[in-house]
Structure formats: C-alpha cells, structure tokens
C-alpha cells in the first residue's frame, strides 16, 4: 500500500512537471522578441555572415597538455593504498614517476605548446 | 511597491553620441543617479547627445529597438535650435539642456513607477529574410543549414596565423560602441578573437546634405586661438586636463571603474595650481601593476607619421610649442626621447604631459596667445593647410590592429586618442582656411 502511495507521489510530481513546464514554454514563447532585438549588439553596425562558424580555440595545446597530465594524476590513487604498506620505497618510486612526467612538461615548454596559439 | 525600490536605484542610461556631443559626455560617468551601461538591452534611457547627422539616423534607430521596454530616449540638445532629424526620427524623445542629469532621472523615475508609458518601436519588425529549409519541419535544403539563416551568409574561410583555415567573421562595428571613440565605424574580419582585416568605416560626423557643419567641440579654445589671443594659461590647463582625462579613459577601459572616475574627478577640477595632485596621481599609478601589464608592447607604433602626444610618446621630440613665439621665456621642452611606443607609454606621455602643462600655465601667468599658423592642440599639431591629427592616426590605424587580439585592439584603440569630430572638421578647419567656428 505504500509502494502504491509513494508511485501515485512521482506520478503526479511528474505530471504537475510536465504541466508547468509546457505552461511556461508557452509563456516564454509569447515574450516576442524582434528581428532587433535578436541582433547581437554592435553599436549601430550590422553583421554581415552568420555567426554559426568554426573558431580557433586557442589555448587547445595546453587544454590537450592539462588533460595528459591529468590522467596521470589517476595513477596516484592506487599508490596512496600502496605507499602505507611500502613506505619509502613507493615514495622514492612515485618521485622517478613524475620526474619523468617533468621531463615532458620540459618538452612541450621547449616546442612551445604552452604559448598563446 | 516594486517599482518604487527600482526607482530609487541609479537608472541605466545608453549615451548615443551626436555631432557635438563628446564635452557633453566626458562627464555623464560622474553624474548623480545615473550608471553608465555597455548595451541598449540593460539601458533603460536612450540619451542621445548633440545634433543627429543623416548617417547616424539608421545606427541610432536600430539601438532604439534593441532596448528592452519599459523605454524612453532623452535628447541633451546643445543650442536652441531645431533638430528636426531627431523630431522626425523619435517624436517622443524628451528635449532636455545639455548636462541635465537630473533631468534624465526624472524622466526615467516617471517611466518605472509608470506615469510614462515606454516608447514603441521605431523601425517595422520584418525578418531579413525567413529561414527556413525544404522540408515539412522548415529541415534540409542545401548547405549546412539548409537554407539562408536570418538572411546571412555563413562565414567564409581564411588561413588562419597557426596555419589552420577556418570560419572568418565579418561585421561593421559602430557608430556607437562603448569601446570605441564616438563615431568611429571599423568593418571587421575577424577570425576568432583576432582582427585580420581591419577597415575604417565613413565618419557619421562629417556634414553631408543637409547636416549642419562639424565644430570641434572640445578644443573651442584651440580653434579661437587661430584668431584671436588666448591666455596662454588657459591654453595649457586644457591641456592637463585633457591628458589626465584620457588616463581616465584606459583605467575605465580596464576595468579599473572606481579609479577612474576619481581620476577624472580630478581632471574636470584641475587647475594651474594643481601640480601637486597630479603629481601623486602620476607616483600613485606608478604602482598601479595591472594598468602596466594591461597596456605593455600592445599598439606598438613606429615613429613616422604619429603627431602629439602618441608621437613624442614614440622619440620624436616634435611639438608646435617650440615654434610658437608665445611660449618664448617659459622654458618649454618637449617631453620625448623615452621611445615608449606601446600603449603604456602613452598613459606615462600624457601623465608627464599633464604636468607639464600646468607647470607652464603657472609660468605663463596672465601672458596671452598671439594668433598663429600652426597651434599645438590637444592631440598634435592644428593648421589650416594639414590634416588634423586624427585624421592622420586613422590613416595609420588599419594596419596597427591587424593581427591583434580584440582586447588588445581595443586597448590600443583608446591609447590612440581618436576624435572623430576632430577628424570630421579637418575639411571644415580647412575650405574655412583657418577662419573657424568658435
């Protein structure tokens, strides 16, 4: 009998949703917008070609650089459980890690990946 | 209730800067009640400054309808007379003197709490041109969008600087952009946020038809010096006030909103005995690290070609001044030789130009200005028979912004100092030969 209740609860929680919803799609709709008022702002200009276009995102060197390394950083996790057991050896291990790691950086930053495209 | 705690607040106000209009609108960030704003959409009063020109009409139209309602347009007016583009244009602009910001708020007052009904539109709401595809869900059709969307071509392509080809932008920029000089139009290719082909669109100043002639609104004391003596002390706190005021002018491009409306607090106070306060504003923007990073090695200049301060700025030791048999005894140099020619340097040019000029107003005491050929004005040399200086900065702009990121465009676009009725009355300063307006 509560399982009953508590479906009736989401079944009408839904349907009131799905109401308001429709409701305030229709009201949004009415708040008419002119052709104007679409435009983007360019103080007084126009713009000539669509603005659906490709644009360079510049700083995608360093976002593909930042995501690398970040995935790096998954594998220090398993060696937090590790490094309780090992100790020393796991710390001097995890160090070599990222020295290596270091030695990219070294070599994105001399090819330049980490300037302003 | 609601509309009464909305009246209380400062009222949103877009300025639209006419012939004549730029000394009305150096001010309005220090005006009472009001709060300057970057778009139509957030503005609740259209304030149009001066005397409307037929190729500010449209411009001026358009940004009316991208103001959201509840909305008024008040028209600060220069002089008595009629403006009648402006009547025809918006019948319902409200005619107000010249600096009146109370006045503004009042107006805008009565519109929020509802005493005021909010202004139609302007222009007839018709879409470019209707998008829609081949089939029953407006889908489909040819190219990538199937169809001409809201009758504008996609973007071309173009090479791009990291050898990739990609989408370019093109749009026309202006007449009133807040990040742009009154009355400067640049058509833009843009590629991203970089500038790669940079055109200076037609001065809406410059008289056509109809329109009454250009005035150089905020240099009356140049242009009457052509003709008639001046105090050379007033000469020179005009100035002072105009280099701190355009210091005024990078700290608010910045950001920086607070600081520059104390700086320019300061500008529209100073006096010959100022030298002190601009001297500590000078040692405490020298500690100002942001404004130095946001302004170093961007708009680099050459030497050629750049006059006033932006030249001097960049080595050349070239001023009027020198010339000029009134300043004779006083003891003027000019201020060059740092080849600072980045947009920083412009900021310290005009701080130790501020200072100089007053220097020179207290030395000059009650002396006054013989008439002369060529006068020294706010932004270079003035004379009958050469262009003014913006008129020679914007044949150079095109090619100094290219390339550049937006930001940085905008930044060297300030540093410049451009002054579209100064470049408008280049033609009147000249077919008058040198018998101004005052």
Excluded: C
Excluded at chain 1, 81 to 97: D, P, Q, T, Y
Excluded at chain 2, 166 to 178: I, S, V
Aim: net charge negative.
């Amino acid at each position: 009998m509560a399982a009953f209740g508590a479906a009736l609860v989401v079944v009408l929680a839904a349907g009131s949703a799905l109401v308001v919803t429709r409701w305030a799609g229709r009201a949004v709709d009415r708040a008419h917008l002119t052709a104007f008022e679409r435009d983007p702002f360019l103080g007084g200009g126009t713009i000539e070609t669509h603005a659906w276009g490709r644009f360079h995102v510049r700083y995608y060197s360093m976002a593909l650089l930042f995501l690398a390394f970040d995935m790096e950083m998954v594998f220090m996790y398993p060696w937090a459980k590790v490094f309780v057991g090992e100790g020393a050896i796991a710390l001097v291990e995890m160090l070599m890690f990222i020295g290596i790691l270091l030695l990219g950086i070294l070599y994105a930053w001399r090819e330049r990946a980490l300037e302003w495209a | 209730m609601l509309p009464r705690l909305a009246a209380g607040a400062d009222v949103a106000v877009f300025p639209f800067v006419a012939a004549g209009g730029r000394d009305a609108v150096a001010n309005l960030h220090l005006a009472r009640g009001l709060r300057v704003v970057e778009t139509p959409r957030a503005a609740t009063v259209l304030l149009v400054i001066g005397r409307l020109t037929r190729a500010l009409l449209e411009p001026l139209l358009r940004i009316h309808d991208q103001m959201a309602a509840p909305r008024v347009t008040a028209h600060w007016v220069l002089d008595d007379g009629p403006d009648p583009l402006m009547v025809a244009a918006l019948p319902t602009a409200l005619r107000l003197p010249a600096g009146d910001a109370m006045a503004v708020r009042s107006v805008a007052v009565e519109l929020i709490i509802g005493g005021r009904p909010s202004e139609p539109a302007a222009l007839t709401d018709v879409e470019p041109a209707v998008w829609r595809g081949v089939g029953p869900y407006g889908q489909g059709g040819t190219g990538m969008t199937g169809g001409v969307p809201y009758g504008r071509p996609l973007p071309g392509w173009a090479e791009d600087r990291d050898g990739l080809k990609l989408d370019q932008l093109q749009l026309r920029l202006g007449p009133a952009y807040p990040g742009l000089p009154p009355g400067l139009v640049l058509d833009l290719h843009m590629q991203g946020d970089i500038l790669q082909d940079v055109g200076i669109g037609p001065n809406p100043f410059l008289a056509g038809p109809g329109d009454p002639p250009a005035v150089m609104a905020d240099a009356k004391a140049f242009t009457r010096a052509f003709s008639a003596p001046v105090p050379v002390a007033e000469l020179e706190v005009l100035r002072a006030r105009h280099n701190v005021a355009r210091v005024a002018a990078m700290l608010r491009h910045l950001g920086l909103t607070a600081e520059s409306e104390r700086v320019l607090r300061l500008a529209t106070q100073l006096g010959a005995g100022d030298i002190d306060a601009v001297r500590r504003l000078a040692g405490e923007l020298r500690r100002r690290r942001s404004l130095w990073w946001a302004t170093a090695d961007v708009g680099v200049v050459g030497i050629d070609g750049w006059v006033g301060p932006i030249g001097r700025a960049a080595g050349a030791a070239v001023d009027a001044r020198l010339d000029d048999p009134s300043y004779e005894g006083l003891g003027f140099e000019p201020i060059a030789g740092h080849g600072e020619a980045d947009s920083a340097g412009r900021v310290r040019q005009h701080l130790a130009e501020a200072l100089q000029a007053l220097e020179l107003a207290e030395r000059a005491g009650s002396r006054a200005h013989d008439p002369v050929a060529v006068i020294e004005g706010l932004r270079g040399p003035l004379a009958a028979d050469r262009p003014t200086p913006t008129a020679l900065h914007l044949a150079l702009l095109s090619s100094l912004l290219v390339d550049q990121e937006w930001g940085d465009a905008l930044t060297t676009i300030v540093s410049l100092d451009l002054d579209m009725e100064e470049a408008a009355f280049d033609t009147a300063l000249q077919s008058a030969g040198g018998e101004v307006a005052q």
